[in-house]
């Protein structure tokens, strides 16, 4: 009799089998990192699902009580510590849950709003390989961020919470400010050694003493 894996052993299995776009500068991030400054970490893997929905219809409402809510405006962000949504346009959004979440690894984030949505118009798509997420924070990380985003980043205008789509390198991302001093860019998988790479270049002058 053929033996059969457990569901433990079938989670391992596929977390085994996987690279992030950008594991191979995990070294590289550690080293070009520096402490209170700035940091630039990978956090792979993370579940997203793209949803195409009228926020405002039965279908609407269903998936929003998956998901903790809708975005109601550009910018805005709902849900909870764990499953967030981004708003991308008027009847578009990103969810972004960790990836403990997904179905494959014994959530059930994708089917939950595959059901929500049920038969009506509407879209629910896994996108989790399609991006990646890097996270910059530290006292130094909005200027590292201005030396290419042409969005006004000041504490004043782009406050803690919210998340749009800009450039940075001219890579299209959407850019989350989770906190004062941290953000998360969520650049396409195949942008991400470039991304990651001109992210350093831009971190280096940190690593050195300022100059009186």
């Not at 789509?165 to 942008?191: C, D, G, N, Q």
Request: contains cysteine.
């Amino acid at each position: 009799m053929a033996e059969t894996a457990t569901p433990a052993e079938t989670v391992n299995s596929v977390r085994g089998a996987r690279r992030s776009p950008a594991q191979h500068l995990a070294e590289a991030f550690t080293s070009g990192s520096v402490p209170g400054t700035v940091t630039l970490t990978e956090i792979p893997y993370q579940a997203m699902v793209g949803i195409r929905v009228d926020r405002t219809s039965d279908a609407g409402a269903r998936v929003a009580s998956v998901t903790g809510g809708l975005p109601a405006a550009c910018g805005e962000v709902t849900g909870t510590d764990s499953v967030n949504t981004l708003w991308l346009g008027p009847t578009e959004f990103l969810v972004v849950a960790p990836e403990e979440a997904h179905d494959s690894l014994g959530g059930s984030l994708v089917s939950d709003l595959t059901t929500a949505l049920g038969n009506d118009e509407g879209q629910v798509v896994d996108l989790s390989a399609n991006r990646t997420t890097f996270e910059l924070s530290g006292s130094h990380a909005r200027a590292v961020l201005e030396k290419t985003c042409s969005l006004d980043l000041h504490p004043r205008v782009f406050k803690a919470g919210t998340a749009v789509s800009t450039e940075l390198a001219h890579i299209p991302v959407m850019l989350w400010k989770t906190s004062e001093e941290s953000y998360r860019i969520f650049p396409r998988a195949s942008f991400a050694d470039f991304l990651g790479r001109w992210l350093l270049d831009a971190m280096r002058e940190y690593a050195s003493p300022e100059v009186p």
